[in-house]
């Protein structure tokens, strides 16, 4: 079992990854008390954040909120399993309480209520 709990260790891929990934939007998540801040883990974490806000826009979000990081154990996941799972980053919008998802692979148990963007 891997108990580390070196939080820069979460996020192994460079920021440019981020647009590789689908969003997703989800209603609701309203216990955010499991979540991080990407500036936990991250010494550069506003290119992180920068490219997840163009994402999420993209997508429909209206811009509020705060964007943070949440793990998503490996049981939720469809398709490729890990035993890790995976972190995905997250913003819930302030207005309708929707919450954006920014993942690499789609998530098994959530259902959509606006749309899911494939990578183009």
Known sequence: MNTQKDKSKIITYPPETLRTFIVQSYQWIDNLNFTLSPEECLKNAEEYISIAKEMFLDAGWDGDGNI?????????????????????????????????????????????????????
């Open 68 to 120: 943070a990081l949440m793990w998503i154990p490996p049981f939720m996941l469809q398709g490729k399993q890990t035993a890790e799972g995976i972190t995905i980053w997250h913003v819930k919008q302030l207005e309708d309480g929707v919450s954006w998802l920014l993942s690499p692979n789609g998530i098994a148990m959530f259902n959509s209520i606006r749309h899911s963007q494939e990578p183009s």
